[in-house]
């Protein structure tokens, strides 16, 4: 679109609202207009004409000469629920809607959860790393993140989620990647983890010193130093624990670093804090198993296809294979009969001619040319062709003509 078309559409209709028609956030449709020099209606802005008062709209400025004023938006579209996908989630919230609100304890319960008591095990067991974190790794734990200072607070939001998702039914299992929470035999991912926050880095003397040498170094030698990007030989920020919490629950059946795995994310803000999101998050497990079971149901009834599939392209080439050895096999018995039939015709001419009934060597070679074409004779009876005819497996249960027409 133009950039006038872009205008005309952010002062026509509030940004959180407009955003989501593009797939995006309200920061991310502000930002394109921001890059394109778009003014964007203030705070306050939709309230103040709601309610009559007078409200101000700056002109578009001309666009700059070389720039260019069309503007591209990728549109997202989320492909569409099916409808008994739809249904079931329904039927989820409703059924999660029975429940009372979660209550989330202000101080550490004397008895904790096992899901909480285990992290905070984990949590205990765990040295504080470079950036002031404690990680809880452990099957009996949940995956969390948590610095010292709010380590309480965690555990007190993984006891109240635990007890109200035992409540609905759900069951907490152990995990090599930590606790799961597994609704209707779906197995989710839980995740609890404190934001970071950062600020500038101060560099140390040793780290002062380093730098010195390193500018020392590409002074004297520039060509070894041309490709290397590095400008300082310190970090630029410290990380440390902001004291905001943050939650996710990711779908546990798809593999880590497959797309789509997360399922819910919550975070402290301004005016709420992710204890007031546990209702929310809860409902989301519900959705989400139900989404996930669609999938899973999808993907079994896929995969039978395919090895139904499978199974009949293999069936189709051992017939053909069986085929084959039944044409050879055929064509070795009518090189046999040949055989067979050049010893038959030259036993009877020497019966005929030369035979006299004596032992005289040529009476007994005809007298075993005889007795060959009798043994050579049998390979042709019908007992003696059905067990070859077995043993080769020249045929199978769908060679037969019912078989094929079910086919």
Known sequence: MTREELYTLVWQTPMSRLAKRFGLSDVGLRKICVKHDIPTPPLGYWAKLAHGKP???????????????????????APETPAVVA????????????????????????KLHHAAAGTAKALRASRIDDEGFKKASSPSAVDATIGPDSIDRALCVIDALARAAEER????????????????????????????????????????????????????????????????????????PSGRL????TDATRFRWGRDRNIGHWHDRKNKRLEDYLGEALAALATGAVAINHRLSEEAEEQRRRAEEAERRRRAQARRERAQ???????????????????????????????????EPVDLLIGELRTLVTVVGREFERETLKREIDGLELY????????????
Do not use: C
Not at 327 to 353: C, D, I, T
């Open 55 to 77: 409200v101000h709209q700056p002109p578009l400025s001309p666009v700059a000469e070389g720039r260019n004023s069309a503007i591209h938006l990728s549109v997202r579209i």
């Open 169 to 240: 039914g759900y069951r907490l299992a152990e995990h090599d990647d930590g606790v799961r929470i597994v609704v209707d035999d779906v197995p989710i991912g839980w995740r609890l983890y404190e934001i970071k926050d950062r600020k500038p880095h101060e560099p140390t003397q040793k780290e002062l010193k380093e730098l010195a040498g390193l500018e020392e170094s590409r002074a004297r030698w520039p060509s070894l130093y041309s490709s290397r990007r590095e400008t300082k030989a310190y970090r630029s920020w410290d990380y440390y």
């Open 396 to 407: 199978g249960d769908d060679d037969s003509p019912s078989a094929k027409a079910g086919d």
């Open 325 to 359: 050895k039944r044409q050879e096999y055929l064509m070795r018995k009518a090189e046999e009969y040949v055989r067979y039939q050049k010893l038959a015709a030259l036993a009877e001419f020497m019966g005929r001619k030369v035979y006299r009934y004596s032992d």
């Open 246 to 249: 943050a939650m996710t629950f």
């Open 87 to 110: 249904t079931a989630q329904a039927t989820a919230l409703a059924r999660e809607a029975e429940h009372p609100d979660v209550v989330v304890p202000t101080e550490r319960p004397a």
